[in-house]
């Protein structure tokens, strides 16, 4: 049997043996509010989650708007220098092309051929309607270069007659008639126009040779209607 003072003396040994009691700590912050964990953290206080900054958002947008102020300005700059110096579109309002341009069709006019060459016979061109002709459905008129300064021009039984010699107009029809007119001298600087559709057309037998400087520029292709898309 064993003693009390056995047992008192196991249970002392016990208690000798048993770890010290440790002191509560925080396990999330020291006393100084600081994050305890990782190195280099102690004493740095966590950022906290803010929402994102209006004023830089309203700036990106700002700048968003800028750029495309730029883009839309600078097309439109491009298209007013295209349009006064190289490409203008033209509106065919009568019948007077036919039937190679009809009412309606919409060209392409270079401004810059002329600047840079001469009016070659075949050319279809834009012109500033002459005074003879005003007032006048449009302050501008097309029709086709038949001849240019030194030659004559005139129509014998219903052909083109240039200097002499029948042209052969591959652009018109074969049942195409010009009625009988000149011969006629075209002068330096200046080129005779006449209407493909030559029993409907006030050309150059009413109004005269026109002069080059008046030429706004050579019609190069068709781009409405889009059934009748093409080169001229």
Do not use: C
């Amino acid at each position: 049997m064993s003693s009390p003072g056995a047992a008192d003396g196991e249970s002392d040994a016990e208690d000798r043996n048993a770890p010290a009691v440790q002191p509560d700590e925080p396990s999330g912050a020291d006393l100084g509010g600081g994050v305890r964990g990782a190195p280099g953290m102690r004493g740095r206080h966590p950022r906290p989650h803010r929402p994102p900054r209006v004023r830089r958002a309203m700036s990106q947008r700002s700048r968003n708007l800028l750029s495309w102020g730029w883009v839309l300005a600078t097309a439109v700059v491009l298209a007013l220098l295209m349009r006064t110096f190289l490409i203008a579109a033209f509106f065919i309002p009568s019948e007077s092309m036919e039937p190679v341009l009809a009412v309606g069709d919409r060209l392409l006019v270079s401004k810059l051929s002329y600047r840079i060459g001469d009016p070659d016979p075949g050319d279809v061109v834009v012109f500033r309607t002459p005074e003879s002709m005003r007032p006048a459905q449009t302050a501008e008129l097309i029709k086709r270069v038949v001849a240019v300064g030194g030659q004559r021009v005139g129509a014998e039984n219903g052909r083109l007659v240039v200097d002499g010699l029948p042209v052969t107009e591959d652009y018109l029809p074969a049942d195409v008639y010009t009625r009988d007119f000149g011969p006629l001298g075209v002068p330096a600087g200046y080129v005779f126009v006449m209407g493909d559709n030559r029993g409907s057309s006030q050309d150059s037998r009413v109004f005269g040779p026109v002069a080059e400087s008046e030429i706004v520029g050579r019609a190069f292709a068709r781009f409405w209607p889009p059934n009748r898309l093409g080169g001229l």
